[in-house]
């Protein structure tokens, strides 16, 4: 049997060799094999998932190509992430290949990360370290517009247990809530202390957007332009979900034109992106970290765990046994 670890060269710099040692534990006789994926290599890496039982990654995109140079062999894809929009799951469905993800092992630091891109959107440090550090000024008044949490309305998108956390932790600041999530039961935000409210007002009484939707393709580029040209507080805009959710063109837009007040941002479109010519970077407004928000020791291994033992089951026939089956 043989197993394939693959993703871009920054999502496999984690200890690899505790996932392969726990797929030998589990599978023994399995061969697990490695391939670092590269936007320009999809030939290569085609011919070494056509030889694939089963498949564990994050970020490569498995469309037709992929799914049928695999078909017949192939049994299993584990997404190591809670997001599973890379795949064409219909597709999946016909080569009868299962698709599984994992859900709850990094709520905490999602929700952590959230607060503090935040704050420092709030407080304008990504301004003021320049100032101090890149100008050697020492002056309070060369920010503006800053305005105090509380009182101030923050706008989630999806709320899931990363919005759920998000929020608790907003509300101790003493942060107004408004939610859309139209499969959120109204008890459920009633319990959660939040109002529950349509994209339109989310969008125009926000002082502070956060995303945290799942990626569907009914949020394809949810955030566009008419969205950015709706906020009519000038909010600060955070996305630590996916960056298929925003349109970059739209977003970039809304900076120049002061649509809105800035950004903070741990995803982009592109898991590789061009970063010395991409249109959020190099702006004193926005703070960009590396898809970074789910990251910590803990939450790692819990990551690699979970993952593992998806594939796991599903090779061995115990498919009820993992996370969840997708398909």
Not at 94 to 106: M, R, W
Not at 163 to 170: D, E, L, M, S
Not at 240 to 256: F, I, T
Not at 296 to 322: D, F, H, P, W
Request: charged fraction near 25%; hydrophobic fraction near 40%; charge should be negative.
């Amino acid at each position: 049997m043989n197993i394939l670890i693959s993703d871009y060269k920054e999502t496999l710099k984690r200890d690899l060799g505790y996932e392969i040692e726990l797929l030998q534990k589990e599978l023994p006789g399995c061969q697990v094999n490695t391939y670092v994926y590269r936007d320009d290599s999809r030939d290569e890496f085609l011919k070494i998932l056509s030889e694939t039982d089963g498949l564990l990654t994050a970020f490569i995109h498995l469309g037709p190509d992929a799914l049928n140079a695999a078909a017949g062999r192939l049994k299993c894809v584990s997404f190591n992430s809670t997001g599973y929009n890379f795949i064409d799951l219909e597709q999946a469905s016909a080569h009868n290949v299962l698709v599984c993800h994992i859900k709850e092992y990094c709520t905490q630091e999602v929700a952590e990360h959230t607060m503090a891109l935040l704050l420092a959107l709030a407080r304008d440090l990504k301004h003021y370290d320049r100032d101090t550090d890149g100008r050697n000024l020492w002056s309070y008044t060369t920010a503006s517009d800053l305005i105090r949490l509380e009182g101030s309305t923050l706008s989630i998108f999806g709320f899931g247990k990363i919005g759920h956390a998000v929020a608790k932790r907003a509300q101790a600041f003493g942060m107004r809530i408004l939610v859309v999530d139209p499969y959120l039961p109204a008890e459920a935000a009633e319990k959660a202390g939040v109002t529950m409210t349509d994209k339109e007002t989310a969008l125009r009484e926000a002082d502070f957007v956060s995303n945290h939707m799942a990626q569907t393709k009914e949020n394809h580029l949810y955030f566009d332009e008419a969205a950015f040209r709706a906020m009519e507080r000038h909010p600060a805009f955070i996305n630590v979900s996916r960056g298929e959710a925003v349109d970059e063109a739209a977003l970039a837009k809304a900076l120049d034109e002061k649509w809105i007040r800035s950004a903070g941002l741990d995803v982009l479109v592109s898991e590789s992106p061009d970063l010395v010519h991409h249109p959020l970077n190099h702006r004193e407004n926005v703070i960009l970290t590396p898809h970074a928000a789910f990251y910590s020791k803990t939450s790692i291994r819990e990551l690699q765990r979970l993952s593992v033992m998806n594939l796991v089951y599903c090779l061995r026939g115990e498919k009820e046994k993992a996370f969840r089956c997708i398909n």
